[in-house]
């Protein structure tokens, strides 16, 4: 039992803690409103199960092979983080339903796990500190724990948003919003790539 506790409080910090995935449930939810958010969160919950039991099931030896793959990783991620910063600083700040924009799919919160290094690297120490010898067992329980985990952190990033879409009730706060958002969400593509 005390292993499951284990791999719940690591889930929980690598889950909760601020970072792109975060960023953007915090934005979705604050305009899109947390029913509309649920698409993202479920996304990046299942996008980084399936990263986690792939890392689990032997992904890192590649990795190990090919050293420059995971740099390939790392700089397509910084771009895609980049790129979804100036979606947010550009947005318009509008919250009545005609708006134009559309909160992020299931497959957007899927592929910004998987182009996010905090996610790789959490999957990396992850499996490096409860499932080293490649039990798929622990593979498997790891990753039921981190579903359920993930889910409910990401979701209460969705939630806070949603708590503060009443505070940001005219477009110009949205905008403001957004747009230290995006700052955020820059900043933390900028951090990754340093060495």
């Not at 909160?103 to 499932?131: R, T």
Request: glycine content about 10%.
């Amino acid at each position: 039992m005390s292993v499951l506790i284990s791999m719940a409080a690591f889930a929980l910090v690598a889950s909760i803690t601020p970072g792109p995935v975060n960023i953007v449930a915090l934005s979705s939810g604050a305009q899109f409103g947390f029913r509309a958010s649920q698409r993202h969160v479920a996304g990046a919950t299942l996008g980084f199960v399936l990263l986690l039991v792939l890392m689990g099931l032997g992904l890192h030896e590649l990795l190990q092979l090919w050293p420059a793959l995971t740099r390939v990783v790392q700089v397509a991620g910084v771009a895609f983080l980049l790129y979804m910063a100036w979606k947010l600083a550009a947005d318009n700040g509008q919250l009545d339903a005609k708006h134009s924009g559309r909160a992020p799919s299931m497959l957007y919160g899927a592929v910004m796990q998987w182009l996010n290094p905090k996610a790789w690297l959490a999957c990396v120490a992850g499996m490096g500190a409860f499932v080293a010898d490649g039990e798929a067992r622990l593979v498997w329980q790891f990753a039921a724990v981190y579903l359920v985990i993930c889910y409910l952190s990401v979701g209460c990033w969705a939630y806070a948003g949603t708590f503060l879409r009443g505070y940001l009730n005219n477009p110009a706060g949205m905008r403001l919003f957004n747009r230290l958002m995006a700052l955020l969400l820059a900043a933390s593509a900028i951090y990754l790539m340093l060495p």
